[in-house]
């Protein structure tokens, strides 16, 4: 990138994610999938699709699909505050998952 200002940017298809009784996270029941990028202040790192991220709201949100952000386009969309380590199992999001 040649301007230092910029950074890369990432927009993140994803659905809410609830606590089961167990400690595993589940999609959120009546859930429809949303957008979010990545932001300037962004902390952690993706890993994998499935990877539950944190919202400013404090929501938690499994990943379905990354694709890149042209650096321009990224007000169209929120950014996520922060990655966790946290994983949901695929087959549990195989229903909003891209075919």
């Not at 993140?12 to 990028?37: C, L």
């Not at 932001?39 to 929501?59: A, D, M, P, S």
Request: charged share 25%; hydrophobic share 35%.
């Amino acid at each position: 990138m040649a301007d230092s200002k910029k950074y890369e940017t990432n927009l993140f298809t994803g659905i809410v994610v609830v606590e089961d009784v167990s400690g595993k996270y589940i999609p959120k029941q009546d859930s429809r999938p949303n957008f979010w990028r990545t932001g300037k202040h962004t902390r952690g790192q993706f890993k994998k699709i499935g990877q539950v991220f944190l919202t400013e709201n404090n929501l938690m949100i499994a990943v379905l699909s990354k694709e890149k952000l042209a650096f321009n386009k990224r007000h169209n969309f929120t950014a996520l505050q922060r990655w966790t380590d946290r994983q949901v199992d695929l087959a549990l999001l195989s229903e909003w998952l891209p075919q």
